[in-house]
């Protein structure tokens, strides 16, 4: 209907035909679609179409007085036509070059037409199309009988050939068949040579039946007893011919039954007449040879057969007597002319003539094939060839005369012979069967076998010719077979291949068990050659006997041959002979002339390599052809069909990937999705079209995968198929949306999709009448585009409706719609993707570096699924505003991810930002929505284009699978960009993973939870679970959790720590209930510190290791939180609480390793850090108390953030001198707010621990007397003063680990350098400038702050040395000046705001004063060492050691430590300070 005129090919009817004038609407209507048929068009001329036409339209009267007419004008063919009848050259052997000059007859031309018309459509049974018999003869051709067959099934369709089912067995058959073991009880089978009747024979039993629709053939099985049943123990099944009728009628049937001992019976009738099965002619041959048996049975002439025995003993048989009446007789053929009966025959045997002698040559030799040839110029003869397994001989049957033999040759010695010199090669040669053709040659099929080149055997059909009658024939022709079966091959019995030559060729039919190889033999080579395969439960019986004799005069166009198998009853198989013909003579003379079949012009030709199967080709092109071929089979006849008893297979002996393979998948397929195939018939049901289209259009890829070979194609070539099924599929589903729609409404979004697709089909340069039906025929393909055009058009189509209030609503109308076309396209074709999977398999091959994107991840389609999204949430609040005042509430209430809110800079706060304690309760589900009559009450209509409502329920409800659809689009293109390496691949992560939470968490306040907790725990979009499960179920979260915890294991649980971090809910994370949790909950903890070693996760880690009995982690943690702590009280509790873990640890393992000796002594110093910060509070406090003159009673108030500022003020103005403070203004204000953390209890770093100890320069003594605190802690306060630049060097030795090494240094050099400046070395020089002796000396450097310091650190701390000792030179500020101020102070001066530390905001200006303020000190450190401090520290290190040395001598006993130290103690003031007691002297006159 939607096709071109042009194309369509009309068909013949096999019902009866009005007259031409008259049309019958009955029968008209009754017809079946048309089918274009491009590929199998007749190439018949338009006169011969319309007389083929006018012949099916006439009346039966006149169609009988037409083939009258025809039969008698056969009887004088073409002069040239009978000029080929009476030459020994067949037509078919003639060179193409004269059969090229030949004209085609018109019956011919209209054989083609009617062949091409049946071929067009094999569902349909009512066609037949068979060319009409040329042969005069009573029985008529082969052709001619089996014409009704039409009607059956077609099993396989070629270009050139097919297959069709005939008929099924009959229940009787059906039950002999399954009763006996086929593989056991021998079983004969075949089908009669004209007429429509058919036969299956065990050794006790002969079914026979009516097959065909014959006029008057009778209907039921007849069961036929055989003879000598006797001998059916032997399990030998009888030799079984039917004979066909005497005169003109097909409607009944003859059988000849022959046991294997020789006893004969013969049916004359089985159907009709005084016959029946009970009343038959009985016979024995009596067989010279008791061990012999009889084993082939021909028809020679009609009531004349020959029966041959295994050992090649020939007994002409004779149905009818001279006067017609039937009647049996048998006699054994003579090779002595003239001895046939009577006396001349009895004294024959007297003499001892060899006439019974039989044709096999020697003690191994057996009977192969019997064949009977041309008639002779003897009146009522015929030859008769008989094959051996070594030998060939001739014979010549009559009924009116006696028979006579004329030569026995050997048969493999001529076929190795012409092999040997064909091939050049020695050849072993076999034979298997023979058959002749219409001129006399004989047919041989032969197996070739060349033991030098170690190949298998080549099956090969030869043809033998005679030059004269009794001459031997000469091999004139070798045909190799590309196919090879898969069995070793017998010469006799069922494994046996049968040639059949129906007419006497050019067809030729090799049919082996589970195969029947059709040929068409040329002049050259084969024309023509396929093999159609059985199933093996499906294997061939019998076939049909040759044509009766004579042959029709003229070549019919078409070949068939009938055969019966196991499972499906009748078969028939039929070659386009005429066509395969006049396309060979199309390739021109030169081609035919050049090409010598012998090799004898052109040298020895190759030794053939056949394939099993389709598979191993010539040339690529060849190999695509044949693929294309068998898949095309395959999926049209094959996959799917259980019924169909073919086999179809192919092989691929590719490496790999199989390009010839794909390619021609891949055009199958194609061709099904464009629909351009031939094997397709339109129909006008669109619906069952497109699901018959995706039907075969999946079988391409499940035929290649039930071939195994999956493998040979490759990931890109199954995504492709895999693509073409999906359109497919997404386009029934499609039509059928399209088809609800206009079945129930009507306006512009009804019509959005057909409007959509012409708009769509004109911009592409297509216009068609009915562009939807058109698009849906033919342009499947670009059913991604439609939506990739519709989604860039939509808005424009939208902002035309709003303009009015209807078209508003129509607009609103138009975006559902539109998602309804997008939702039936996309979730189709997933749908069918997931459901096939496993048969194309494109996600489990390491292939994807080469993978092709898919249509339904292309970033197009992502962008309209996002975009629909998107829409779709604004449509529902749009809606909502105006009709549903509860869902409007809770959208306007919730803030999606992403959101972001233009009047206001800070985020609106959702319901998703609730902290875990405060859930959101729980909304209404879609559940409870559609379970709830009263809501759907309210709706007044679920019609969506009437109720508002209604629309804005159905719009909720299409969010779902849009977000399905999008998010599995995302996670294909992710998952193609990653394998193949893409630059974009992150970014469209980022993109995946801030629209999976939105458009998840948009369904809560729509009702659509449960749709929510679906897709994100199918998607594993863990974070949002987690927060689905505390913002609408949270009376359940404990449950939902562990199930959750359950099913995701170990990444649900870092992402519930995650939650649970977010929001600091410590408590929460850390009240775990489960085991797993524990371990998993430890995981995430080390994992948070490793990334962040000062975050929360240090400060409350050691809890979840304490509940774990796991102290030395605890410990760990504590210490490292005490000393990341801010609050000196805070710092020394987790400290404590360290020492007590390091001691469980002890206790547990019952000794120390030298780790957890390291970590307690780290312990043990940041402990003394504290210490020393609380005795500075101690000291600061007791100070200004002091100045203060308050009542030792008076409790001080600190550690409060609002403390007295002035009294941070007073201490640090307390403990420096003005000149300090007027000289160093920027480093005293970093001494005040040093104070003022330490006032305050805030820890302090081990730098500005030492800054707090070493700048002051005024440090009063605590009396403790008058002092606000005991004399013991007034002791510990002046000692920690007096001690103070020592202590900062031991406290700098023990926090260095951790510090960086420009940091050590910094802070090394301001120690030493402020302790070189706290005595007053201009005075000392002065007050040592004469002549002083040398105790004096030694008496005035001893009072000096540089030797209290120097003696504390060598000889009470044994502080190493040189590691924490600095020469004067070494100390000064200037090269480490751009780290002091511009990476440590500098930054949090010019913060801007106050942060934990409590450093207060200053301006960016103090850099400048600080370098100035360093330079200072670098001033007088400059001053000092032109004072000579360097010969007075050398002095003092010296004075020192001497008296390290002394303590550590045995005359002065000291503790363990330092009497170890005795033997390095005068080093360190001579080796490590450079200088030996040979300089005292000069050192002396230097300070003279």
Same mark, same amino acid.
């Not at 240090?1098 to 702590?1125: E, T």
């Not at 802070?1307 to 040592?1328: C, G, Y």
């Given at each position: 209907?939607?096709t071109?005129?042009?194309?369509?090919?009309?068909?013949?009817?096999?019902?009866?035909?009005?007259?031409?004038?008259?049309c019958?609407?009955?029968?008209?209507?009754?017809?079946?679609?048309?089918k274009?048929?491009s590929?199998?068009?007749?190439?018949?001329?338009?006169?011969?179409?319309?007389?083929?036409?006018?012949e099916?339209?006439?009346?039966?009267?006149?169609?009988?007085e037409?083939?009258?007419?025809?039969?008698?004008?056969s009887?004088?063919?073409?002069?040239?036509k009978?000029?080929?009848?009476?030459?020994?050259?067949?037509?078919?052997?003639?060179p193409?070059?004269?059969?090229?000059r030949?004209?085609q007859?018109?019956h011919?031309?209209?054989?083609?037409v009617?062949?091409?018309?049946r071929l067009?459509?094999?569902?349909?049974?009512?066609?037949?199309?068979?060319g009409e018999?040329?042969?005069?003869?009573?029985?008529?051709?082969?052709?001619?009988?089996?014409?009704?067959?039409?009607?059956?099934h077609?099993?396989?369709?070629?270009?050139?050939?097919?297959?069709?089912?005939?008929?099924?067995f009959?229940?009787?058959?059906?039950?002999l068949?399954?009763?006996?073991?086929?593989?056991?009880v021998?079983t004969a089978?075949?089908?009669s040579?004209?007429?429509?009747?058919?036969?299956?024979?065990?050794?006790t039993?002969?079914?026979?039946?009516?097959?065909?629709?014959?006029?008057g053939?009778?209907?039921?099985?007849?069961?036929l007893?055989?003879?000598d049943?006797a001998?059916?123990?032997?399990?030998e099944?009888?030799?079984?011919?039917?004979?066909?009728?005497?005169?003109?009628?097909q409607?009944?049937?003859?059988?000849l039954?022959?046991?294997?001992t020789?006893?004969l019976?013969?049916?004359?009738?089985?159907?009709?007449?005084?016959?029946?099965?009970?009343?038959?002619?009985?016979?024995?041959?009596?067989?010279?040879d008791?061990?012999?048996?009889?084993?082939?049975?021909?028809?020679?002439?009609?009531?004349?057969y020959v029966?041959?025995?295994?050992k090649?003993?020939?007994?002409?048989?004779?149905?009818?007597n001279?006067?017609?009446?039937a009647?049996?007789?048998?006699?054994?053929?003579?090779?002595?002319?003239g001895?046939?009966?009577?006396?001349?025959?009895?004294?024959?045997?007297?003499?001892?003539?060899?006439?019974?002698?039989?044709?096999?040559?020697?003690?191994?030799?057996?009977?192969?094939?019997?064949?009977?040839?041309?008639?002779?110029?003897?009146?009522?003869?015929?030859?008769?060839?008989?094959?051996?397994?070594?030998r060939?001989?001739k014979?010549?049957?009559?009924?009116a005369?006696?028979?006579?033999?004329?030569f026995?040759?050997d048969?493999?010695?001529?076929?190795?012979?012409?092999?040997?010199?064909?091939?050049?090669a020695?050849?072993?040669?076999?034979?298997?069967?023979?058959?002749?053709?219409?001129?006399?040659?004989?047919?041989?099929?032969a197996?070739?076998?060349?033991?030098a080149?170690g190949?298998?055997?080549?099956?090969?059909?030869?043809?033998?010719?005679?030059r004269?009658?009794?001459?031997?024939?000469e091999?004139?022709?070798?045909?190799?077979?590309?196919?090879?079966?898969?069995?070793?091959?017998a010469?006799?019995?069922?494994?046996r291949?049968?040639?059949v030559?129906?007419?006497?060729?050019?067809?030729?039919?090799?049919?082996?068990r589970?195969?029947?190889?059709a040929?068409?033999?040329?002049?050259?080579?084969?024309?023509?050659?396929?093999?159609?395969?059985f199933?093996?439960e499906d294997?061939?019986?019998?076939v049909?006997?040759?044509?009766p004799?004579?042959?029709?005069?003229q070549?019919?166009a078409?070949?068939?041959?009938m055969?019966?198998?196991?499972?499906?009853?009748?078969?028939?198989?039929?070659?386009?002979?005429?066509?395969?013909?006049?396309?060979?003579?199309?390739?021109g003379?030169?081609a035919?002339t050049?090409?010598?079949?012998?090799?004898?012009?052109?040298?020895?030709?190759?030794?053939?390599?056949?394939?099993?199967?389709?598979?191993?080709?010539s040339?690529?092109?060849?190999?695509?052809?044949?693929?294309?071929?068998?898949?095309?089979?395959?999926?049209?006849?094959?996959?799917?069909?259980?019924?169909?008893?073919?086999?179809?297979?192919?092989?691929?002996h590719?490496?790999?990937?199989?390009?010839?393979?794909?390619t021609?998948?891949?055009?199958?397929?194609?061709?099904?999705?464009?629909?351009?195939?031939?094997?397709?018939?339109?129909?006008l049901?669109?619906g069952?079209?497109?699901?018959?289209?995706?039907?075969?259009?999946?079988?391409?890829?499940q035929?290649?995968?039930?071939?195994?070979?999956?493998?040979?194609?490759?990931?890109?070539?199954?995504?492709?198929l895999?693509a073409?099924a999906?359109?497919?599929?997404?386009?029934?589903?499609?039509w059928e949306?399209?088809?609800?729609?206009?079945?129930?409404?009507?306006?512009?979004?009804?019509q959005?999709?057909?409007?959509?697709?012409?708009?769509?089909?004109?911009?592409?340069?297509?216009?068609?009448?009915?562009?939807?039906?058109?698009?849906?025929?033919q342009?499947?393909?670009?059913v991604?585009?439609?939506?990739?055009?519709?989604?860039?058009?939509?808005?424009?189509?939208?902002?035309?409706?709003?303009?009015?209030?209807?078209?508003?609503?129509?607009?609103?109308?138009?975006s559902?719609e539109?998602?309804?076309?997008?939702?039936?396209?996309l979730?189709s074709a997933?749908?069918?993707?997931?459901?096939?999977?496993?048969?194309?398999?494109?996600?489990?091959?390491?292939e994807l570096?080469?993978?092709?994107?898919r249509?339904?991840?292309?970033?197009?389609?992502?962008?309209?699924?996002?975009?629909?999204?998107?829409?779709?949430?604004?449509?529902?609040?749009?809606?909502?505003?105006?009709?549903?005042?509860?869902?409007?509430?809770?959208i306007?209430?919730?803030?999606?991810?992403?959101?972001?809110?233009?009047?206001?800079?800070?985020?609106?706060?959702?319901?998703?930002?609730?902290?875990v304690s405060?859930?959101h309760?729980?909304l209404?589900?879609?559940?409870?929505?559609h379970?709830?009559e009263?809501?759907?009450?309210?709706?007044?209509?679920d019609?969506p284009?009437?109720?508002?409502?209604?629309?804005?329920?159905?719009?909720?409800?299409?969010?779902?699978?849009?977000?399905?659809?999008c998010?599995?689009?995302?996670?294909?293109?992710?998952?193609?960009?990653?394998?193949?390496?893409?630059?974009?691949?992150?970014?469209?992560?980022?993109?995946?993973?801030?629209?999976?939470?939105?458009y998840?968490?948009?369904?809560?306040?729509?009702?659509?939870?449960?749709?929510?907790?679906?897709?994100?725990?199918?998607?594993?979009?863990?974070?949002?679970?987690?927060?689905?499960?505390?913002?609408t179920?949270?009376?359940?979260?404990?449950?939902q959790?562990?199930?959750?915890?359950?099913?995701?294991g170990r990444?649900?649980a870092?992402?519930?720590?995650?939650?649970?971090?977010?929001?600091?809910?410590?408590?929460?994370?850390?009240?775990?209930?489960?085991a797993?949790?524990?371990?998993?909950?430890?995981?995430?903890?080390?994992?948070?510190?490793?990334?962040?070693?000062?975050?929360?996760?240090?400060?409350?880690?050691?809890?979840?290791?304490?509940?774990?009995?796991?102290f030395g982690?605890a410990?760990?943690?504590l210490?490292?939180?005490?000393?990341?702590?801010?609050?000196?009280d805070?710092?020394r509790t987790?400290?404590s609480?360290?020492?007590?873990?390091?001691?469980?640890?002890?206790?547990?393992?019952g000794?120390?390793?030298?780790?957890?000796?390291?970590?307690?002594?780290r312990?043990?110093?940041?402990?003394?850090?504290?210490?020393v910060?609380?005795n500075l509070?101690?000291?600061?406090?007791t100070?200004?108390?002091?100045? &203060?003159?308050? !009542?030792?009673?008076l409790? +001080? #108030? =600190?550690?409060?953030?609002?403390? @007295?500022?002035? %009294?941070v003020?007073?201490?640090?103005?307390?403990?420096t001198?003005?000149?300090t403070?007027h000289?160093?203004?920027a480093?005293?204000?970093?001494?005040n707010?040093?104070?003022?953390?330490i006032?305050?209890?805030?820890?302090?770093?081990a730098?500005?621990?030492?800054?707090?100890?070493?700048?002051?320069?005024?440090?009063?003594?605590?009396?403790s007397?008058?002092?606000?605190?005991?004399?013991?802690?007034?002791?510990?306060?002046?000692?920690?003063?007096?001690?103070?630049?020592?202590?900062?060097?031991?406290?700098?030795s023990?926090?260095s680990?951790g510090?960086?090494?420009?940091? &050590?240094?910094? !802070?090394?050099?301001?120690? +030493? #350098? =402020?302790?070189?400046?706290?005595? @007053?070395?201009? %005075?000392?020089?002065?007050?040592?400038g004469?002549?002083?002796?040398?105790?004096?000396?030694?008496?005035?450097l001893?009072?000096?702050?540089?030797?209290?310091?120097?003696?504390?650190c060598?000889i009470?701390?044994?502080?190493?040395?040189?590691?924490?000792?600095?020469l004067?030179a070494d100390?000064?500020?200037?090269?480490?000046?751009?780290?002091l101020?511009?990476?440590r102070?500098?930054?949090?001066?010019?913060?801007?705001?106050?942060?934990?530390?409590g450093?207060?905001?200053?301006s960016?200006?103090?850099?400048?004063a600080?370098?100035?303020?360093?330079?200072?000190?670098?001033?007088r450190?400059? !001053?000092?060492?032109?004072?000579?401090?360097?010969n007075?520290?050398?002095e003092?290190?010296?004075?020192?050691?001497d008296?390290m040395?002394?303590?550590?001598?045995?005359?002065?006993?000291?503790?363990?430590?330092?009497?170890?130290?005795?033997?390095?103690?005068?080093?360190?003031?001579t080796?490590v300070?450079?200088y030996d007691?040979?300089?005292?002297?000069?050192?002396q006159m230097?300070?003279?």
């Amino acid at each position: 209907m939607f096709t071109s005129p042009s194309v369509r090919v009309r068909r013949r009817q096999t019902a009866k035909q009005p007259p031409a004038e008259v049309c019958s609407g009955e029968l008209a209507a009754a017809q079946p679609p048309l089918k274009r048929n491009s590929s199998l068009a007749g190439s018949a001329s338009t006169l011969q179409n319309s007389s083929r036409l006018q012949e099916v339209s006439l009346p039966a009267g006149q169609q009988q007085e037409q083939q009258s007419h025809t039969d008698a004008s056969s009887q004088h063919p073409h002069p040239q036509k009978k000029q080929a009848l009476e030459s020994k050259r067949p037509v078919w052997l003639a060179p193409l070059t004269q059969r090229a000059r030949r004209p085609q007859s018109a019956h011919e031309s209209s054989a083609h037409v009617s062949r091409d018309s049946r071929l067009a459509a094999p569902e349909e049974a009512e066609e037949t199309g068979f060319g009409e018999a040329a042969q005069p003869d009573r029985t008529g051709s082969t052709a001619e009988s089996t014409r009704s067959l039409g009607s059956g099934h077609v099993l396989l369709r070629g270009d050139q050939h097919a297959v069709y089912d005939a008929a099924a067995f009959p229940e009787a058959v059906r039950r002999l068949l399954g009763a006996i073991d086929l593989a056991s009880v021998p079983t004969a089978a075949g089908l009669s040579s004209s007429g429509s009747f058919a036969f299956v024979a065990t050794p006790t039993t002969c079914l026979v039946w009516s097959y065909g629709s014959a006029a008057g053939a009778a209907a039921g099985v007849y069961r036929l007893a055989m003879p000598d049943p006797a001998d059916a123990a032997g399990f030998e099944a009888p030799v079984v011919a039917l004979v066909p009728p005497a005169g003109d009628a097909q409607s009944d049937v003859g059988v000849l039954a022959c046991s294997a001992t020789g006893q004969l019976r013969y049916w004359d009738c089985v159907a009709f007449g005084l016959g029946g099965t009970d009343r038959f002619h009985s016979a024995s041959l009596e067989l010279p040879d008791a061990a012999d048996r009889c084993e082939q049975i021909t028809e020679v002439y009609p009531a004349l057969y020959v029966v041959a025995t295994a050992k090649g003993y020939l007994f002409q048989v004779s149905l009818h007597n001279p006067q017609g009446a039937a009647e049996l007789a048998a006699h054994c053929l003579s090779k002595s002319a003239g001895a046939r009966t009577g006396m001349l025959s009895r004294v024959s045997s007297l003499l001892g003539g060899p006439q019974l002698a039989p044709a096999t040559a020697a003690a191994g030799d057996a009977l192969v094939g019997v064949a009977a040839g041309a008639r002779t110029e003897i009146r009522h003869s015929r030859e008769v060839f008989v094959l051996t397994r070594q030998r060939l001989a001739k014979w010549v049957v009559s009924r009116a005369h006696s028979e006579k033999f004329l030569f026995s040759m050997d048969i493999l010695h001529a076929l190795s012979a012409e092999a040997a010199r064909r091939f050049d090669a020695d050849v072993d040669a076999s034979v298997y069967d023979v058959a002749t053709t219409r001129s006399g040659d004989v047919c041989v099929v032969a197996g070739l076998r060349a033991p030098a080149l170690g190949t298998r055997e080549q099956l090969t059909v030869a043809v033998l010719r005679s030059r004269r009658v009794s001459t031997e024939p000469e091999v004139v022709g070798l045909w190799p077979l590309r196919y090879a079966p898969d069995a070793e091959l017998a010469q006799s019995g069922p494994g046996r291949p049968r040639l059949v030559l129906p007419e006497g060729g050019p067809a030729a039919f090799v049919v082996f068990r589970h195969a029947v190889v059709a040929l068409v033999l040329a002049a050259a080579a084969a024309a023509f050659e396929e093999a159609v395969s059985f199933r093996n439960e499906d294997a061939i019986l019998g076939v049909s006997t040759a044509p009766p004799f004579p042959y029709a005069r003229q070549e019919s166009a078409e070949s068939n041959l009938m055969l019966t198998c196991v499972g499906a009853g009748v078969l028939q198989v039929c070659v386009e002979v005429g066509k395969i013909l006049s396309a060979a003579s199309l390739a021109g003379a030169s081609a035919a002339t050049d090409a010598e079949p012998h090799g004898t012009e052109m040298g020895a030709a190759p030794w053939p390599s056949p394939g099993t199967r389709v598979g191993k080709a010539s040339s690529p092109d060849s190999l695509e052809r044949e693929y294309q071929t068998q898949i095309e089979q395959a999926v049209f006849f094959g996959v799917g069909n259980t019924h169909n008893p073919l086999s179809f297979t192919i092989t691929s002996h590719a490496a790999g990937v199989d390009p010839a393979l794909e390619t021609a998948a891949l055009r199958v397929s194609q061709s099904i999705l464009d629909n351009t195939s031939h094997f397709i018939v339109d129909r006008l049901d669109l619906g069952a079209h497109l699901n018959e289209r995706l039907r075969r259009a999946q079988a391409v890829m499940q035929f290649v995968a039930d071939s195994g070979l999956a493998a040979k194609l490759s990931r890109e070539t199954r995504v492709h198929l895999c693509a073409h099924a999906e359109k497919l599929a997404a386009a029934a589903t499609l039509w059928e949306y399209q088809n609800d729609i206009w079945a129930k409404k009507a306006g512009a979004a009804s019509q959005l999709l057909a409007n959509l697709v012409a708009s769509f089909l004109e911009s592409v340069g297509l216009q068609t009448r009915d562009s939807l039906r058109s698009f849906f025929r033919q342009h499947v393909a670009a059913v991604g585009d439609v939506l990739v055009f519709m989604h860039r058009n939509l808005p424009a189509l939208r902002r035309a409706l709003n303009g009015s209030e209807s078209g508003r609503h129509d607009s609103q109308l138009v975006s559902y719609e539109a998602n309804r076309i997008v939702v039936a396209v996309l979730q189709s074709a997933m749908m069918f993707r997931f459901q096939n999977a496993a048969l194309y398999d494109v996600d489990c091959l390491p292939e994807l570096a080469a993978a092709s994107e898919r249509w339904t991840e292309h970033p197009a389609i992502i962008d309209l699924l996002v975009q629909r999204l998107e829409g779709s949430y604004r449509l529902c609040r749009e809606i909502s505003g105006q009709h549903c005042a509860s869902v409007y509430e809770r959208i306007s209430a919730t803030t999606l991810p992403s959101d972001e809110d233009p009047g206001d800079a800070n985020r609106s706060l959702s319901i998703f930002d609730d902290a875990v304690s405060i859930s959101h309760p729980c909304l209404p589900d879609a559940a409870d929505t559609h379970s709830n009559e009263e809501a759907r009450m309210r709706l007044g209509s679920d019609d969506p284009y009437v109720s508002s409502l209604a629309l804005l329920r159905e719009t909720i409800d299409q969010i779902g699978p849009l977000a399905n659809l999008c998010f599995r689009a995302f996670v294909d293109r992710i998952t193609l960009l990653q394998a193949t390496g893409a630059s974009d691949a992150a970014e469209l992560v980022r993109r995946y993973d801030a629209a999976r939470p939105r458009y998840l968490l948009c369904l809560v306040p729509l009702a659509r939870a449960s749709v929510a907790y679906r897709l994100a725990e199918e998607y594993q979009d863990l974070a949002t679970l987690v927060t689905l499960v505390f913002t609408t179920d949270s009376g359940n979260a404990v449950m939902q959790l562990r199930r959750y915890s359950e099913r995701f294991g170990r990444p649900f649980a870092d992402t519930l720590f995650a939650y649970y971090d977010k929001r600091q809910a410590w408590a929460s994370l850390l009240d775990t209930q489960d085991a797993s949790f524990d371990a998993w909950l430890k995981e995430y903890i080390d994992q948070r510190m490793a990334a962040d070693p000062h975050g929360p996760m240090a400060q409350i880690g050691w809890i979840h290791d304490v509940k774990m009995d796991d102290f030395g982690a605890a410990a760990a943690k504590l210490a490292r939180a005490g000393r990341d702590s801010l609050d000196v009280d805070q710092a020394r509790t987790m400290l404590s609480l360290s020492k007590l873990a390091f001691h469980a640890v002890e206790c547990q393992e019952g000794s120390c390793d030298a780790d957890i000796d390291e970590a307690h002594a780290r312990l043990e110093d940041a402990l003394e850090m504290c210490q020393v910060q609380e005795n500075l509070v101690q000291y600061l406090t007791t100070v200004v108390r002091d100045s &203060r003159g308050h !009542a030792p009673e008076l409790t +001080w #108030r =600190r550690r409060d953030d609002v403390s @007295d500022k002035k %009294a941070v003020l007073d201490a640090a103005m307390l403990t420096t001198t003005p000149e300090t403070r007027h000289d160093r203004p920027a480093l005293y204000i970093v001494y005040n707010e040093l104070v003022r953390c330490i006032w305050n209890g805030r820890t302090l770093s081990a730098e500005d621990l030492v800054d707090a100890l070493t700048f002051p320069d005024s440090t009063p003594a605590i009396d403790s007397a008058s002092a606000s605190c005991s004399a013991e802690d007034a002791e510990q306060c002046n000692a920690l003063v007096r001690e103070r630049c020592s202590l900062a060097v031991d406290i700098l030795s023990r926090a260095s680990i951790g510090l960086p090494e420009q940091t &050590r240094e910094a !802070a090394l050099k301001t120690i +030493w #350098r =402020r302790v070189f400046l706290s005595d @007053d070395w201009p %005075a000392i020089r002065k007050r040592l400038g004469g002549n002083v002796p040398d105790s004096e000396l030694r008496a005035e450097l001893e009072q000096t702050h540089l030797h209290a310091v120097l003696e504390n650190c060598l000889i009470t701390r044994e502080l190493a040395h040189p590691d924490w000792y600095l020469l004067p030179a070494d100390a000064f500020a200037a090269d480490d000046l751009d780290y002091l101020v511009s990476t440590r102070l500098e930054p949090r001066f010019a913060s801007g705001s106050e942060d934990g530390s409590g450093w207060k905001p200053l301006s960016t200006t103090t850099a400048s004063a600080l370098q100035k303020d360093y330079g200072v000190e670098d001033s007088r450190l400059r !001053a000092a060492i032109d004072c000579g401090l360097d010969n007075y520290y050398t002095e003092i290190m010296r004075t020192v050691s001497d008296q390290m040395s002394r303590c550590r001598s045995p005359a002065h006993p000291a503790d363990g430590a330092a009497s170890d130290m005795d033997a390095g103690s005068s080093s360190v003031g001579t080796e490590v300070l450079g200088y030996d007691e040979d300089e005292d002297d000069e050192m002396q006159m230097e300070s003279d």
